[in-house]
């Protein structure tokens, strides 16, 4: 870590994930340890959801040091959209519903601990995704709209894309994960499994399903995009052509197994964009880092050089 870093504006959300009763006392002895390391961070509580997007903008204005991230995947991807294309470097502190990054990082969920990753860690910058509404062009040439959302992790259409959309949020609140396991189960009886038409490196495809990954891990215990990388300036892909619920359920053993590859319809491949588009008249949703974005045709681009992230000294 550049010893010029002394100060930090450490956003976190006080309403996410498990440990709610604990987590400002764990929060205040992380910033303790910040602090015995040279680093005095200031706390910042989100107040409402996009609040954390505010707060991020903010501390690039303030020009501050570095700004900590602590909160699941939805606060990170605020925080991400904040600090998009700006110097100001983001380091994590595990919280929340669910969390991507820790697991890619492999920080350890425990918040002290990982704060005293933090002064010895490196700074590296790395591409974002982006996911803009197209209205249907599916053109290479069609540019990056401001009202795109950027994503970190991972984003996707089709079933993923209803679950998130249709996931309750009291429940998510109360129940963390679990909340999408119902939610997916229920839409598991009740959803149609739409096409979606997919061009990208070159290629038109159909599926029902696809998943755009910079990250290997997916949420929970799975992972699908295996061969992305944060640290690659290019999506892995997968998609399904199933339209089976059945065929949805089969993948789960191999989810868990690590064949899932190895199923009939799976197909994957790199690229630095795809443009998906619905195919049978129905709407088909979209997710990015598992918050809402909205209905197809959407667009999912890399975005080079547009945010620095700290990373543990071993990565």
Known sequence: MPEEIKDALLIYNPTSGRKRHTRFEEIEHAARILKESGIAAELAPTTAQGSAIRIARQAVDQRRGMVIACGGDGTINEIVNGLAHSQVP???????????????????????RAARLIAGGSIRRIA????????????PAVSISPAGRYFLSVAGA???????NGVHEGLKKSAGVF???????????????????????????????IVVGRTAHYGGPFKITTEAS?????????????????????????????????????????????????????????????E????????????????????????
């Open 230 to 290: 944060l640290f690659e300036d290019r999506f892995e892909f997968l998609t399904n052509t199933t339209r089976s619920r059945l065929g949805y359920l089969s993948c789960l053993p191999a989810l868990f197994s690590g064949t899932l590859r190895k199923k009939r319809g799976i197909d994957t491949w790199k690229s630095t964009e795809v443009i998906c588009e619905p195919a049978d008249g129905q709407p088909v949703y979209a997710q990015v880092d598992g």
């Open 179 to 209: 909340a999408y396991w119902v939610e997916g189960f229920r839409q598991l009886f009740r959803y149609a499994f739409p096409r979606m038409r997919i061009h990208s490196a070159g290629q038109q495809r159909q599926a029902t399903i």
């Open 158 to 164: 089709g079933p993923d894309g209803a679950i998130v």
């Open 128 to 139: 974002l995704g982006v996911a803009t509404p197209t209205n249907g062009n599916h053109s």
């Open 292 to 315: 809402p974005v909205g209905p197809l045709p959407m667009a999912f681009r890399i975005v080079p050089d547009a945010l620095s992230i700290v990373t543990p000294a071993a990565q």
């Open 90 to 112: 983001m380091a994590l502190l595990p919280a929340g519903t669910a969390n991507i990054l820790a697991k890619e990082l492999r920080i350890p969920w425990d918040i002290p």
